[in-house]
């Protein structure tokens, strides 16, 4: 169960781009499912129409859509930019910087707000795909293995947006460690079907459900839910028990909403920090395990752990961690070379790790040491608290002091309140001034929060 579907191409010449039996299930929603050999005949015949270039944004929502994309633009040796959001600055500024590109976006109305003047009108960069997508018969789907198949863009929530180009050979290897990874919560006798809501175009959507039905024995749902009731129904439209794959955000919401959601095989959390109280609250709660993932755009999925039970992360399948001053060297076999991140870790003697904060994350005032994660978290366990962050205000300019502030959602708290909460465990050279009750949290589609974000909604409360 752990390995990738046998791919029928050569190693470092060519692969496949998609495994397993034609007839297996690929893709499914309300409306139907699509096996394989379905897929297969559409990505040949979109690859037919697609416009010449060397790089396409892919924007399509429907996650059907977006795998059909990524594959015809592949076949077509295109490499696919995955932008850290839809808007269109942003979009924008990806196609600025790739020439000779353009962006493929789910077929749309003439009304459509964001993209309907492009598409309709006299911009030649955005492209739809057919509302009913065309299919054509043909050879097996295969591409160079060194094909530089995407780059994916950091989320740019603590600086800009960083590049990160993947091969085709990378994240075949990187599926096969997220198969291992996930093994217990896969069906050993079925096709197993994904419920993300992840966007595709997000590393850790790119991962758990994309590269996971394309190579292994894995069916994705089509939509990503986002409330309570969307993913209890995406749920109960699979064909049997699903994995449900997404963030601590969309986990506290489900916890804390009346749905009650179908039998799972389990749940993944990435993208954010899980809380041992969250993770437990939602075993208990659905009746499976929740796993925790751990990783980033530059490396992929590195780590997992049963957070409701233990605090120490286990590597993937030949992944090393090395500490070092700046941060953590990660030596892994997707990767061409060693990639440091800012986490620091405790090493423990048998590989595992334990994450002590970013470097970027630690403060240290007056002789004392703290790190933002751990003040965020204790401003999460505060009663009342529904949300909440801790984070760095830039220098002042005529002090050089860079201030900790604090924004929270806590209805029918004072400011006082939690503060008052936050000093019986913080020091108070660590307490966050100011502290602002807000009624939500400038969170991304992925559940982070930019350090912009963050600063312009405490600058229009009148405290920035």
Request: charge should be neutral.
């Amino acid at each position: 169960m752990s390995a990738v579907f046998e791919s029928t191409g050569q190693p470092d010449r060519h692969a496949a781009l998609v495994a397993g039996a034609p007839t297996r299930l690929f893709a499914f929603d309300h409306t139907g499912t699509v096996d394989l050999a379905g897929f297969t005949r559409e990505v040949r015949a979109v690859a037919g129409l697609l416009p010449a270039g060397a790089f396409a944004v892919n924007l399509c929502e429907d996650r059907h859509r977006f795998m059909v994309a990524l594959c015809a633009a592949a076949l077509r040796g295109q490499t696919t930019l995955l932008p850290p959001s839809r808007a269109p600055a942003v979009v924008g500024e990806v196609l600025a910087r790739h020439r000779d590109s353009y962006a493929l976006v789910d077929a749309l109305d003439r009304d459509d707000e964001t993209y309907g003047a492009e598409v309709t009108g006299s911009s030649p960069l955005y492209w739809p795909l057919p509302a009913t997508l065309p299919q054509c018969d043909g050879p097996a789907l295969e591409i160079p293995d060194d094909l530089l198949i995407a780059i994916g863009y950091t989320s740019g929530s603590t600086g800009q947006p960083k590049a990160n180009p993947k091969t085709w050979a990378s994240f075949r290897t990187s599926t096969a460690q997220n198969l291992a990874a996930l093994e217990q919560l896969l069906d050993r006798d079925r096709i197993t079907p994904v419920i993300a809501t992840v966007p595709p175009q997000h590393m850790y959507g790119m991962e758990m459900s994309v590269l996971l039905p394309l190579l292994g024995p894995v069916a994705v749902h089509g939509a990503r839910p986002f409330f309570p009731d969307d993913i209890d129904r995406a749920l109960r439209d699979a064909p049997s028990t699903p994995l449900l794959v997404t963030t601590p955000v969309h986990l506290r919401a489900l916890v804390e909403s009346d749905a009650r959601l179908p039998p799972l095989r389990g749940i993944v959390s990435a993208t954010a920090p899980l809380s041992r109280e969250l993770a437990l609250a939602a075993e208990q709660r659905f009746g499976c395990e929740v796993r925790e993932v751990f990783g980033s755009t530059e490396t992929c999925v590195i780590a997992r752990r049963r957070t409701a039970r233990e605090d120490a992360w286990t590597p993937l399948p030949g992944v090393q961690l090395a500490s070092q001053p700046d941060g953590t060297a990660v030596h892994a076999p997707h990767l061409p070379q060693p990639v440091v991140l800012a986490d620091l870790v405790e090493l423990h003697a048998d590989g595992r790790f334990v994450l002590c904060g970013r470097n970027a994350d630690l403060l240290e005032i007056a002789g004392k040491r703290a790190s933002l994660g751990d003040l965020t978290r204790r401003l999460l366990a505060v009663p009342g608290v529904r949300d909440g962050v801790v984070f760095q205000l830039a220098p002042r300019a005529h002090t050089g002091v860079a201030r900790i502030a604090a924004l929270a959602v806590a209805p029918g708290l004072r400011p006082a309140d939690v503060l008052a909460a936050l000093r019986e465990h913080v020091d108070p050279v660590f307490l966050p001034r100011p502290l602002r009750l807000v009624a939500s949290l400038p969170r991304n589609e992925t559940g982070k929060l930019p350090h912009d974000s963050l600063a312009q909604l405490l600058r229009n409360t009148g405290l920035g």
